[in-house]
């Protein structure tokens, strides 16, 4: 049985048509598969491969050298803090604390016991300017300060009622190791 569905992976097998170069459907196809899967499993990433007709080493080494893609359980909601110069001199450091104490969580790439969130430290982001930054999800987030980071929060918290959320994919367990490695390098915006 797969583990993308049927769907999915005729939506990937679409995808090279619309690239100047096939290859370069990889990273979307990635993306949807994580989308899909919740993490890029072996399985997930062979699956892309041969959707995609590449060479499956080649898949697999897209989604290890790009921080966006992960290949264990990861939390609903990531924060991506950076920890770059410009933002550790305006308070990274007492962001990443603030938001390890909010969620409950000790170590980068740990995941919250309600499989909510779970936080990297990344490099340099590319908006010094508004230093201190994060991605979250999708979104920059800018001029941190605790009280924002408690709004991002309570804002998910509040979307996750019982009704509203999925039980986590049942690889999201608490006690799996969860990080990679340390901190990230990220490409501009990823
Ligand atoms: S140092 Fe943080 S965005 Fe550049």
Redesign the pocket.
């Known amino acids: 049985m797969s583990t993308l569905s049927e769907h999915l992976i005729e939506e990937i097998r679409e995808l090279p048509a619309k690239y100047p170069q096939p290859r370069s459907a990889v990273m979307p196809a990635l993306d949807l598969a994580q989308e899909e899967v919740g993490y890029l499993t072996a399985e997930a990433m062979s699956e892309v491969a041969a959707a995609l007709k590449l060479d499956p080493g080649y898949v697999e080494g897209v989604a290890t050298f790009y921080t966006l893609f992960h290949l264990q359980p990861i939390g609903k909601h990531r924060f991506y803090v950076?920890?770059?110069?410009?933002?550790?001199l305006r308070g990274?450091n007492e962001i990443v604390a603030h938001v390890k104490g909010a969620v409950g969580v000790h170590e980068a790439g740990e995941l919250s016991k309600d499989g909510l969130f779970s936080y990297e430290e990344v490099?340099?982001?590319?908006?010094?300017e508004?230093?201190?930054?994060m991605r979250l999800d999708h979104r920059y987030e800018r001029d941190l300060t605790p009280s924002k980071i408690d709004a991002l929060i309570a804002e998910r918290r509040s979307l996750a009622t019982p009704s509203a959320v999925e039980p986590p994919h049942p690889a999201l367990r608490a006690d799996l190791p969860a990080k990679r490695g340390g901190k990230k390098r990220t490409t501009k915006g990823g």
């Open positions: 950076c920890t770059n110069l410009s933002c550790t990274a490099e340099c982001l590319g908006a010094c508004y230093a201190p930054v």
